[in-house]
């Protein structure tokens, strides 16, 4: 489990993880995605999938989508989305 310092309302205790703490699911399933599609990349390429070893795997700061929220009296909030740019390199092991 990640230890989460500030989320933790309503969060159990974790063995070992230095207290509170739980899997970002959310984050763990779009890293999953790429991941897939960086085997697939790779077999397309004619590598071995079994070969395969994350040499590299970062992520940025991406594109913020510009949104707005009504509210009343004519008024508008700013309710934007921040993206991020996941980054992963594989490589055949020998």
């Known amino acids: 489990p990640v230890p989460f310092k500030r989320h ?40 071995d999938a079994e070969k395969l070893r994350i040499v590299h795997a970062s992520a940025h700061k991406g594109i913020t989508i510009p949104g707005f929220l009504p509210r009343a009296f004519a008024r508008a909030t700013p309710f934007n989305k921040p993206l991020t740019n996941v980054e992963i390199i594989l490589k055949e092991a020998a």
């Open 8 to 47: 933790r309302k309503k969060l159990a205790h974790r063995r070992g993880a230095g207290g509170s703490g739980r899997f970002p699911t959310k984050a763990a399933r779009a890293i999953l995605k790429v991941l897939g599609n960086a085997e697939a990349n790779a077999s397309y390429k004619g590598l």
